[in-house]
């Protein structure tokens, strides 16, 4: 049994290193994969999700950042502090959502 | 075409908008009563907004053809141009490619919705509105584009991502963090009371959220078939171990559990498994969901006093 599993791991590893495709393309493969748990045994796929994840987590705040700071400068990001005080509700959309008196 | 195929990703992309409601509650019963209808109108004025940015040019940034360093897409179906009822093999080659776009279209609302925590009760509506539309143009459909997108960089390096864990959660949740750094804390944080108005709302919101994530999670197969069923079944226990786990932390803790608790668990649940729910086994999903909720609640705590992100 243990044989067995580990020689479905090293096949998907085989299988699947440098040609494997997101789950869009692939319902047969992704199968597959979950069929042979690949997690526990891919690293190149393992490697690549990380460099996915870290791109993404400094692409996002850098731009956010840059458009934070663009929009803040040119329109103001924050309500004034009386607003801020008198709640949203009222100072941006002229609307309450519960009535303080009958 | 595949007509049951068709007829789920329909009924996943109905599932999907929902959590954006769903989002909406969940926050706005957080928020002071003062507040909530701010926050409401920022979650459904991102449906609107997203809504048309989507047809118009977002998902033609995002799923249109590579420009050619797998950066971003060209403006070929700018206003759905060529996006019609046949197939898109590329994508999705059983259903009409509109309802792979409709579907992804609610992706793509969830996500800016998603931050509206980090700015709540002191964001100006006008420079919300720009500012979500950019967000959009230019983090949102860059990152869907690269590990969704044939073409896609990420993508043909062989990037993986389920149902958008890394394009929806971790982005939204990277720029929430930047901008609650930015924007400031709220007026009077830490000398008068923050505690949420309408717990109800905020239970509500959070049953949307998972009634809403079996379709974001199961959709994402883009059949009715075994990825889907398996999706599903994760999708679940996930949350269901994570809302559990996180009620007994507190129940420990605290002395009693809450049910602000149990429903943020469930929620953190439903995030944490969105990567990998049509690859992990079963039990590995509650083996690692109940850790999930067990680390989050101590980062959550973290960086709500940190940085004081509304909610």
């Known amino acids: ?102 | 075409m595949d007509s049951g195929d068709t007829g789920w990703v329909l009924v996943s992309a109905i599932l999907v908008f929902i959590m954006t409601p769903g989002v909406a509650f969940f926050y706005g019963g957080m928020a002071r009563r003062k507040n909530i209808l701010s926050i409401l109108m920022q979650c459904f004025i991102i449906a609107c907004l997203i809504s048309l940015q989507w047809v118009l040019y977002g998902y033609s940034l995002s799923f249109g053809p590579d420009t050619g360093h797998g950066i971003i897409g060209n403006l070929d179906w700018v206003g759905l141009r060529s996006v019609g009822l046949q197939p898109n093999p590329d994508y999705a080659g059983t259903i009409p490619h509109l309802a792979f776009m409709i579907f992804q279209a609610m992706f793509a609302i969830i996500t800016p919705a998603l931050i509206v925590g980090a700015f709540a009760e002191r964001i100006k509506f006008s420079s919300f509105v720009i500012f979500t539309l950019l967000w959009a143009t230019f983090v949102y459909d860059p990152i869907a584009h690269w590990v969704w997108a044939t073409g896609g960089w990420l993508r043909n390096m062989g990037a993986l991502d389920f149902a958008g864990g890394i394009v929806v959660h971790v982005s939204s949740g990277v720029s929430a963090l930047v901008i609650a750094i930015l924007i400031g804390k709220r007026l009077g944080y830490s000398k008068q009371s923050f505690a949420p108005h309408n717990l109800p709302l905020t239970v509500l919101g959070g049953a949307l959220l998972w009634f809403g994530w079996f379709g974001f999670k199961a959709g994402s197969a883009l059949g009715a078939g075994e990825i889907a069923a398996h999706a599903f079944v994760t999708t679940n226990i996930a949350a269901a171990a994570a809302g559990l786990t996180w009620a007994l932390i507190e129940w420990q803790q605290h002395g009693a559990p809450t049910m602000l608790g149990m429903v943020t668990g469930a929620v953190v649940g439903l995030v944490s498994i969105t990567p990998a729910c049509g690859f992990v086994g079963v039990l590995s999903a509650i083996a690692i969901w109940r850790r999930s909720a067990a680390y989050f609640s101590c980062l959550a705590v973290c960086c709500i006093k940190r940085t004081e992100s509304g909610i």
Not at chain 1, 55 to 77: E, K, P, Q
Not at chain 1, 87 to 102: I, R
Request: aromatic share 12%.
């Open chain 1, 1 to 102: 049994m243990m044989i067995h599993w580990m020689s479905l791991v090293f096949m998907a590893s085989e299988e699947c290193g440098e040609r494997l495709q997101p789950v869009y393309l692939h319902k047969q493969q992704l199968m597959t994969l979950v069929q042979t748990g690949f997690f526990f045994g891919n690293t190149t796929l393992f490697l690549i999700q990380g460099l996915y994840l870290i791109v993404c987590i400094a692409y996002a705040a850098a731009m956010t950042w840059m458009l934070f700071l663009l929009v803040d400068s040119l329109f103001g990001m924050r309500v004034t502090k009386d607003d801020e005080m008198v709640g949203l509700d009222l100072a941006q959309h002229h609307e309450a959502a519960y009535t303080v008196l009958e």
